[in-house]
């Protein structure tokens, strides 16, 4: 290779559009749900790749009397379906984390939020 040229193409469908006419030759950080039709590209191969990107929740305590509550908190915490986001909205594309949480959160249902 002779020549590297990185340009930065802020908009995913902009950068989805580069690498479909051949104007790019990599892109990164699409979108999950975008993933089956760029592997129906010819020419195109997908490649996932692990990120450090997370994604959180805040809940505002200070506003909303029954959030100062911590039993009010961990049942909302408990009745997130973390793995339903990531297989329905983020069409697969995620793993569970395993810290920003204590770890049996994942592992609780929202039954186990009731009696908070």
């Known amino acids: ?5 990185i340009r930065p193409v802020p908009e995913v ?3 989805i559009a580069e690498l479909q006419t051949g104007n790019a030759d990599v892109i990164s950080s ?3 749900f975008l993933v089956p039709k760029l592997k129906e ?3 195109v191969t997908v490649q996932s790749v692990l990120s450090g990107r997370a994604i959180f929740v805040y ?3 200070f506003g909303q ?3 100062k509550n911590k039993k009010v908190r ?9 793995k339903s986001i990531i297989d329905n909205i983020l069409s697969g594309s995620g793993t569970l984390a395993q810290w920003g949480s204590p770890t049996t959160t ?3 249902t929202p039954p186990e939020a009731l009696p908070l």
């Open 1 to 5: 290779m002779k020549r590297l040229v």
């Open 13 to 15: 469908s902009a950068r």
């Open 30 to 32: 699409v979108s999950p």
């Open 41 to 43: 590209t010819p020419n």
């Open 59 to 61: 809940i505002n305590c």
């Open 65 to 67: 009397d029954a959030l």
């Open 74 to 82: 961990q049942a909302l915490n408990y009745a997130i379906d973390r």
């Open 106 to 108: 994942s592992a609780l």
